[in-house]
């Protein structure tokens, strides 16, 4: 029996649905390291052109590291627009990582120039995102304004870390980029948190 063969996604279908609605500048907006126990939560926004085709692009947890860092420098240069936004490790302990998710994701879509007059909202919440919006969930992987934000938010978190890496070496934030591995924890055993450790998840210890 042969094996059938899997749709291609169009990633430009819900742009397309936006603006045949009268949205004139419809961003995607995506935000990375909602999970780590330590740095801030990233957000990113971006505008890209009308059906703009970049091969391989896709959900940033769906592409290499080497591959991440092409897509971050074409993105970049060929958006219409693009920002890149985060909430503090302090915010996040504050507000809570949803609505510092959302507000590192709102802050990016504010610094749009030029702005955009509708958001396409990876996941299922858009709470306090200030423009009309609408959720797509699994949108990094469904619309390409959201798959482009993924990558800009997820690489530039990932810079971050690498420069806390530098700032707290002890901690090898360079192998874990703050997420909650075994060696993570055994750092945090051993030395206990340092300032960017996001103190409300810190369960574990």
């Known amino acids: 029996m042969k094996k059938q063969e899997t749709e291609p996604i169009d990633r430009w279908s819900i742009e397309r649905e936006c603006c045949a609605a009268g949205w004139r500048s419809v961003c995607g907006a995506d935000e990375a390291g909602a ?6 939560v990233y957000g ?4 890209l052109p009308p059906n703009y085709d970049l091969p391989y692009l896709n959900d940033s947890k769906k592409v290499t590291e080497k ?5 971050f420098g074409q993105i970049k240069e060929q958006a219409i627009a693009w920002a890149v936004a985060w909430a503090t490790e302090q915010e996040i302990d504050e507000l809570n990582i949803l609505n510092a998710r959302m507000l590192a994701m709102d802050r990016a879509i504010q610094q749009l120039d030029p702005a955009a007059d509708f958001a396409l909202i990876d996941g299922n ?10 959720t797509v969930v699994k949108g990094d992987n469904l619309s390409a304004s959201i798959a482009a934000a993924s ?3 997820k690489v530039s978190r990932d810079h971050y870390m690498l420069e806390m890496a530098k700032l707290y070496p002890e901690y090898q934030f360079q192998q874990h980029k703050g997420y909650p591995t075994k060696l993570h924890y055994e750092m945090l055993r051993k030395y206990g948190p340092c300032p960017i450790h996001r103190r409300t998840f810190l369960k574990r210890l």
Do not use: K, M, T
């Not at 999970?35 to 801030?40: D, K, R, S």
């Open 35 to 40: 999970g780590p126990l330590a740095g801030a």
């Open 44 to 47: 990113a926004a971006v505008i």
């Open 67 to 71: 591959r991440r860092e092409v897509l």
């Open 125 to 134: 919440c858009s709470r306090n995102i200030q423009i009309p919006n609408r």
């Open 151 to 153: 990558i800009l938010a």
